[in-house]
């Protein structure tokens, strides 16, 4: 059991270039995200998925696209880098359903991370 | 200004302290209240997690909850080297997935 796998670990991009960024759950998770994470910004959303086929957007979508046509597969796309998008990516993903356990079912697994660094 | 406010540290404390860290919210409809640790060059772990108001313990963690301040706060007791990490507050609405962070407060914690 893996958890939550992100590939690459580290990119170097170019201003302009395009690349996407995959995030793989072997937990049967519903709900996937997609995060950046800024010095002294936290972890914002750039976009989520509530399951198979479905996306929407979180609160920093602009120059990002995404893909779920897979339960297990979150993609996260940069069609045309830009400098502002050097950051760490997160990928995360959460059970919607009922749970005994202590905490809740809906707990976040992280996976860990992605550094992006565009010139 | 942000929905979650918190401060980013860094927090040094000798070890054994008493640990004591918040965050602030502003919107009223947040009900699932959630603190995470992250060391460095890792993501995120859920450390506590708590539903509207009140506190919850775990071991040498409490989670205090204060809707009517729009509060929230995480204590470690006994802190050790370890625990030297930033910790994350983060918080939803019902009925929505979306959760929303705090930037985090950077502890260290000293032998």
């Known amino acids: 059991n893996a958890g939550v796998t992100q590939t690459p670990k580290f990119r170097v991009l170019k201003t302009g270039q395009s690349m996407t960024l995959l995030c793989a759950q072997d937990?049967?998770?519903?709900?996937m995200y997609w995060y950046r994470q800024d010095p002294g910004m936290g972890l914002r959303l750039i976009h989520y998925s509530v399951g198979e086929g479905t996306t929407a957007k979180g609160e920093v979508p602009d120059g990002y696209n995404v893909s779920r046509l897979k339960k297990q597969n979150f993609l996260l796309g940069l069609e045309s880098a830009a400098p502002s998008q050097t950051s760490v990516y997160f990928c995360?993903?959460?059970?919607?359903?009922?749970?005994?356990?202590?905490?809740?079912?809906?707990?976040?697994?992280f996976g860990p991370g992605t550094r992006l660094t565009v010139t | 200004q942000k929905e979650v406010e918190q401060d980013p540290g860094p927090l040094s404390v000798p070890e054994g302290a008493i640990v004591s860290l918040n965050c602030t919210y502003s919107n009223s409809a947040f009900q699932y209240f959630m603190w995470y640790r992250q060391y460095s060059r890792k993501g995120p772990e859920l450390l506590m997690y708590t539903y509207s108001s009140g506190n919850k313990e775990d071991g040498r963690f409490t989670a205090q909850v204060d809707k009517s301040s729009k509060y929230i706060s995480l204590f470690i007791r006994d802190s050790q080297p370890s625990d030297s990490a930033t910790y994350l507050c983060a918080m939803r609405t019902s009925g929505t997935y979306k959760y929303i962070f705090g930037t985090g407060t950077r502890l260290k914690v000293l032998a």
């Open positions: 995360a993903s959460i059970h919607s359903g009922g749970s005994t356990r202590r905490i809740s079912s809906y707990e976040q697994y």
């Open positions: 937990m049967n998770h519903e709900y």
